[in-house]
């Protein structure tokens, strides 16, 4: 979904209709983009309902009966701690968090420190979510994501640490 919100966001910005591929390509980033928008729907549609399913069940079959008419939708909520909604939600999460990684990344690129300082704060906030509402049933899954989030964390304090030098208009070696 960042994938795609990126590039329609590149498209978007430089529109160029001389040519039938720059026309394919203007309506392809639309209809990609109205797809997506329709799917993260269907994806909270789909959690919201479980969720509430869970908490007006007076027969044990009803939720087995969701799971049942849902099947290709497991992976949405399957996996994930079903004590609430922002447990269970974490791929809505995680999607809503690339969405906004691409968006900072094709509009504020003349920007980096801004850049920068908005995507460690997307970071952190995911470390924090993690550990605080830990939405995986496994806990080998949860250690991973973690684990994968604190790299990321690594990362990006490096880009930090770069973006304010280029600031600085600093080499390394003036630091130093």
Not at 20 to 27: D, K, L, Q
Not at 67 to 93: A, E, M, P, T
Request: charged share 15%; net charge neutral; glycine share 2%.
């Amino acid at each position: 979904y960042g994938d795609i919100l990126m590039f329609s966001i590149l498209e978007f910005r430089t529109p160029n209709f001389s040519s039938s591929w720059s026309r394919f390509s203007f309506i392809s980033a639309i209809v990609f983009l109205l797809i997506m928008c329709v799917l993260l729907f269907v994806h909270s549609l789909v959690i919201h309902n479980y969720q509430k399913t869970k908490k007006i069940q007076t027969e044990e079959n009803l939720l087995t009966k969701f799971i049942d008419d849902n099947k290709g939708n497991q992976v949405i909520f399957n996996d994930f701690k079903d004590y609430s909604f922002i447990r269970q939600s974490f791929l809505l999460l995680l999607t809503a968090r690339d969405l906004l990684f691409s968006l900072l990344l094709a509009t504020m690129f003349e920007h980096p420190l801004i850049q920068v300082i908005f995507i460690l704060t997307l970071n952190i906030i995911m470390v924090v979510y993690l550990i605080m509402k830990p939405p995986f049933k496994s806990v080998f899954d949860a250690t991973q994501q973690l684990f994968y989030e604190v790299i990321a964390l690594a990362v990006n304090d490096s880009l930090l640490i770069m973006a304010v030098m280029d600031k600085m208009g600093s080499t390394g070696t003036d630091l130093r």
